[in-house]
C-alpha cells in the first residue's frame, strides 16, 4: 500500500481500508509492474519537463512530497504537527 510506511503501521492501515479499495491498489501495483520500464521512464521524464514547464518547481517529486506529507504527518492532540 504504502512502501514509506513502517510495516506495522502499514498492515494496521491496510485492514481499515474496504475490500474494493485494497482491489483497486493491488490492481495499480500489478498494472505497473507489467508496465515497461524504459516507456514508464519516458512518460515520467515527460510530465515531469511538463510540470516544470508549467511553473511546478519540484516537477513530478511534487506529488510525493504531498503523499509524504499525508502518510507521514504526525499530529499532537490539538492536531498541530510534530516535527521529527
Known amino acids: 500500500m504504502s512502501a514509506s510506511l513502517p510495516a506495522p503501521e502499514?498492515?494496521?492501515l491496510e485492514k481499515l481500508v474496504a475490500p474494493?479499495?485494497?482491489e483497486d491498489l493491488r490492481a495499480i501495483e500489478e498494472r505497473y509492474?507489467?508496465?515497461s520500464p524504459a516507456v514508464r521512464?519516458?512518460?515520467?521524464?515527460?510530465y515531469d519537463?511538463?510540470?516544470r514547464a508549467n511553473r511546478v518547481e519540484e516537477g513530478i517529486h511534487s506529488?510525493?512530497?504531498v503523499v509524504q506529507?499525508?502518510?507521514?504527518?504526525?499530529f499532537d492532540p490539538d492536531w498541530?504537527?510534530?516535527m521529527r
Open 10 to 12: 502499514r498492515r494496521a
Open 20 to 22: 474494493g479499495p485494497m
Open 33 to 35: 509492474r507489467r508496465a
Open 41 to 46: 521512464s519516458a512518460a515520467r521524464g515527460a
Open 49 to 51: 519537463s511538463y510540470l
Open 63 to 65: 506529488y510525493a512530497m
Open 69 to 74: 506529507l499525508m502518510l507521514g504527518t504526525r
Open 80 to 82: 498541530k504537527p510534530q
